[in-house]
């Protein structure tokens, strides 16, 4: 059974508790092209910090995932964002992000964005690209042998992308 959770923008207070989400993903290596060894300031100000917003998605005082929104690209692009989602290990499988991306389209919508831009889903990453295609994404783009996987070496990634024409998001 999905947890009750709710979304809602990132605060301050809440750098603790997502800093091992943040930290597990990075460090893992198969989805963020990230330096594994960051910072943990590092890691917190630039999901957090340098994005236009960030949000958590918590259930009983616990977060269990989180996501940012940041403008793509300056001038010409910047009607176009990109988004970037976190769920914690134990909390897979239960909706969040697809709750999650949901509400970033809302949002996206609300801070006046018309598109959303995926800019390097690795093809390794076959629930995320699955999720994705669900929630209306196309690929537009493949690049080859983009990604340095720590397992599988040198694999594709997508560029992938949605026109928020609907003013919903989904």
């Not at 198969?30 to 957090?48: F, Q, S």
């Not at 390097?120 to 999720?131: D, H, K, R």
Request: net charge negative.
């Amino acid at each position: 059974m999905s947890p009750q959770f709710e979304i809602r923008s990132a605060r301050a207070e809440d750098a603790e508790a997502l800093w091992p989400i943040l930290r597990d993903v990075i460090r893992a290596g198969d989805t963020y092209a990230v330096d594994p060894g960051i910072t943990r300031d590092r890691a917190l100000e630039l999901w957090m910090d340098v994005p236009r917003a960030c949000y958590v998605a918590e259930a009983e005082g616990r977060i269990l995932g989180t996501y940012y929104i940041k403008t793509n690209h300056a001038g010409g692009g910047s009607h176009v964002c990109n988004c970037g989602y976190m769920v914690a290990p134990d909390a897979r499988g239960q909706g969040i992000a697809r709750a999650m991306c949901a509400h970033s389209q809302g949002e996206a919508v609300k801070l006046g964005y018309l598109a959303m831009q995926f800019n390097l889903v690795v093809e390794t990453n076959t629930g995320a690209i699955g999720l994705w295609e669900k929630m209306g994404f196309e690929t537009v783009g493949r690049l080859p042998k983009a990604f340095n996987h720590p397992e599988q070496g040198l694999v594709d990634a997508r560029v992938m992308y949605k026109w928020l024409s609907d003013g919903q998001g989904g």
